[in-house]
């Protein structure tokens, strides 16, 4: 007698979630500012973010030709002080790419903007592994949603 017995792999979700915090103001039109934001992982494992883009309604990345913003993203150190800052030397700022967050950390959002208005559609996609998966969370974030700009 042969007997065959197999069994499957469920893909879990990774549990956890990614949250940035909130700072309230209003941009000047085509200054460069530099947001340096507490950033959080809830998960029980540490991840590694590949990157981190900011979307609009449909998914879609936000550009400055369509939307009037541009942007970059950076690791940070955990100590650095959070807040905004104009264009100015902010110190050290470490690549998002292969960035590891595990709980409490900052990043850098580096961003110019010209004719925004504020809008509850935009979000920020994080991609990341976790455990050596890849997945993706999109994240609402109310500092993003209320970007404007002071010629709009």
């Excluded at 994240?139 to 404007?148: A, C, I, M």
Aim: a negative charge.
């Amino acid at each position: 007698m042969f007997t065959l017995v197999g069994c499957s792999e469920q893909e879990e979700a990774v549990t956890g979630e990614f949250l940035l915090g909130n700072f309230g103001f209003e941009l000047l039109s085509n200054e460069t500012y530099h947001l340096i934001v507490p950033f959080e992982w809830t998960g029980e494992s540490p991840v590694t973010i590949d990157s981190i883009e900011l979307i609009k309604k449909d998914n879609n990345p936000i550009t400055y030709e369509e939307d009037g913003i541009k942007y970059e993203f950076f690791g940070a150190d955990p100590l650095k002080k959070s807040g905004i800052y104009g264009n100015r030397d902010i110190g050290d700022k470490k690549s998002i790419n292969n960035f590891e967050i595990d709980g409490q950390g900052k990043i850098i959002l580096k961003i110019i903007a010209d004719n925004v208005k504020e809008d509850s559609d935009r979000k920020v996609k994080i991609k990341f592994k976790s455990n050596g998966e890849e997945s993706e969370k999109i994240v609402e974030w109310k500092t993003l949603e209320q970007f404007s700009t002071d010629n709009n």
